[in-house]
């Protein structure tokens, strides 16, 4: 996996001065968009594809709703899309949707299943750096509340579903288990954390698997929450703990 030493590449300044910039302007410097998922899936259309899901989540969001007026909010809210958003794509993925605080990407694996994940936990890595060493600098600066955020990852078979008959401009989305288990897999997840899925972790090397602690036992109560109708669901989830060498 890759080394996000700072001496390997200097990406915090880009951060900072985008942060800025938006701080400055009320707006976003880029215009967010998953366009390139919608070709990617339309070529999918009503077929299965294989993918790495991401969800990437702001921790505390309801909390910050609550004390923050609503502009000032939104605007945490796009600056954190923006930057996940850059990160998704620098390592290869899609940006399959932006719901409320919550950015959903995508790895396509249908051709190198190890490489879509490896580049997923990097991506995963890369993003908590965005956090805390790119946007929170800026935010405690301007005495705006520094974020966390929270991430699941799971692999496997989606559906690629049209609503509507038209490719060109209906909805396309994603349906399938990968899917609706990276969401709970994320709620489970505290503040910082990276939390994979059982077909994640079995699809990695020996030399990666150590880097990586079950959870299931730890987290049952949260666990049975979040899994309150499928209890008969014999599923494993784990944390990922690589740090920077």
Same mark, same amino acid.
């Given at each position: 996996?890759?080394?996000? +030493?700072?001496? %390997?590449? &200097?990406?915090?300044?880009?951060?900072? %001065?985008?942060?800025?910039?938006?701080?400055?302007?009320?707006?976003?410097? @880029?215009?967010?968009?998953? &366009?390139?998922?919608?070709?990617?899936?339309?070529? #999918?259309?009503?077929?299965?594809?294989?993918?790495?899901?991401?969800?990437?989540? @702001?921790?505390?969001?309801?909390?910050?709703?609550?004390?923050?007026?609503?502009?000032?909010?939104?605007?945490?809210?796009?600056?954190?899309?923006?930057?996940?958003?850059?990160?998704?794509? #620098?390592?290869?993925?899609?940006?399959?949707?932006?719901?409320? &605080? =919550?950015?959903?990407?995508?790895?396509?694996? %249908?051709?190198?299943?190890?490489? =879509?994940?490896?580049?997923?936990?990097?991506?995963?890595?890369?993003?908590?750096?965005?956090?805390?060493?790119?946007?929170?600098?800026?935010?405690?600066?301007?005495?705006?509340? +520094? @974020?966390?955020?929270?991430?699941?990852?799971?692999?496997?078979?989606?559906?690629?579903?049209?609503?509507?008959? *038209?490719?060109?401009?209906?909805?396309?989305?994603?349906?399938?288990?990968?899917?609706? @288990?990276?969401?709970?897999?994320?709620?489970?997840?505290?503040?910082?954390?990276?939390?994979?899925?059982?077909?994640?972790?079995? *699809?990695?090397?020996?030399?990666?698997?150590?880097?990586?602690?079950?959870?299931?036992?730890?987290?049952?109560?949260?666990? %049975?929450?979040?899994?309150?109708?499928?209890?008969?669901? *014999?599923?494993?989830?784990?944390?990922?703990?690589?740090?920077?060498?």
């Amino acid at each position: 996996m890759k080394n996000f +030493e700072s001496g %390997d590449f &200097d990406f915090v300044k880009s951060v900072q %001065d985008r942060v800025s910039y938006s701080l400055e302007n009320r707006g976003l410097l @880029i215009d967010l968009s998953n &366009d390139s998922c919608r070709k990617y899936l339309q070529r #999918k259309v009503n077929s299965k594809t294989n993918v790495v899901v991401m969800y990437v989540d @702001i921790a505390g969001s309801t909390q910050l709703s609550h004390d923050l007026p609503s502009l000032d909010l939104a605007l945490i809210i796009q600056i954190f899309s923006q930057e996940v958003s850059l990160s998704i794509e #620098k390592f290869g993925g899609y940006v399959l949707k932006f719901v409320g &605080d =919550a950015v959903i990407g995508l790895f396509p694996s %249908d051709y190198d299943q190890k490489k =879509a994940t490896i580049n997923s936990l990097d991506c995963a890595r890369y993003i908590q750096k965005v956090i805390g060493k790119g946007i929170n600098p800026v935010f405690k600066k301007q005495s705006i509340p +520094e @974020i966390s955020v929270k991430i699941g990852i799971e692999s496997g078979s989606a559906h690629v579903l049209l609503y509507g008959k *038209n490719v060109a401009h209906a909805h396309i989305d994603l349906i399938g288990f990968s899917i609706s @288990i990276a969401a709970k897999i994320t709620s489970l997840s505290f503040p910082g954390e990276v939390i994979v899925g059982q077909n994640i972790f079995h *699809n990695l090397d020996l030399s990666q698997k150590k880097y990586f602690v079950a959870l299931y036992e730890e987290r049952n109560s949260k666990w %049975d929450t979040a899994m309150k109708y499928n209890s008969k669901l *014999n599923y494993r989830i784990y944390k990922y703990i690589k740090e920077d060498s």
